[in-house]
Antibody
């Protein structure tokens, strides 16, 4: 079964760093774009950015550029989302999702991870 | 970036009724998708390319539209269809989502 499995929930203090992960299985991980989507408590979906694990080509939404770093390690079939200094407003569920079209940046997200709840509180 | 505006915000219907959800884009887009999200779950892809059903999606779900106006239709609501629905455009970077339409039981 094609799936994306994300790392578990985390609680951090403001100013701390964090790296969450998303591991793909049962498909060619290197050749499908992986995106990250934020969902703040009780709110809608926000597209953060996307990465092609084959060559780590990465695109960011202007809203998230400079706020987070997206990376991938194709040998571990894993994509990452990281923060260097968390804020309380980063509290949200973060989803990774796979682009539906192999090789192509333009694609809906057909496979989603289960989500990682990040809580930032002093 | 392209702004997607979904309407209505909430749709109150009974099982068996037809649901019509709208998504309007601030600029023309070729690629539009629809997702369903239930409480505590990840979104699920329903429609991509404006009108193609994703794998395993029942045929009571259909998508239509082009340019700036798109519609998701649920022909006869089943109890499991009551959820929040989001549209997404992925033809222009950055990709963006609409704010969502909640379909609730009347």
């Amino acid at each position: 079964e094609v799936q994306l499995v994300q790392s578990g929930a985390d609680v951090k203090k403001p100013g701390e760093s964090l790296k969450i992960s998303c591991q793909g299985s049962e498909y060619s991980f290197s050749t499908y774009w992986i995106g990250w989507v934020r969902q703040m408590p009780g709110k809608g979906l926000e597209w953060m950015g996307i990465i092609y694990p084959g060559d780590s080509d990465t695109r960011y939404s202007p809203s998230f550029q400079g706020q987070v770093t997206i990376s991938a390690d194709k040998s571990f079939r894993t994509a990452y989302l990281q923060w260097s200094s968390l804020k309380a407003s980063d509290t949200a569920i973060y989803y990774c999702a796979r682009g539906i079209n192999e090789f192509s940046l333009e694609g809906a997200f057909d496979i989603w991870g289960q989500g990682t709840l990040v809580t930032v509180s002093s | 970036e392209i702004v997607l505006t979904q309407s209505p915000g909430t749709l109150s219907l009974s099982p068996g009724e037809r649901a019509t959800l709208s998504c309007r884009a601030s600029r023309s887009t070729v690629y539009l998708a629809w997702y369903q999200q239930k409480p505590g779950q990840a979104p699920r892809l329903l429609i991509y390319g404006a009108s193609s059903r994703a794998t395993g999606i029942p045929d009571r779900f259909s998508g239509s539209g082009s340019g700036t106006d798109f519609t998701l239709t649920i022909s006869r609501l089943e109890p499991e269809d009551f959820a929040v629905y989001y549209c997404q455009q992925y033809g222009s970077s950055p990709s963006t989502f609409g704010q969502g339409t909640k379909v609730e039981i009347k």
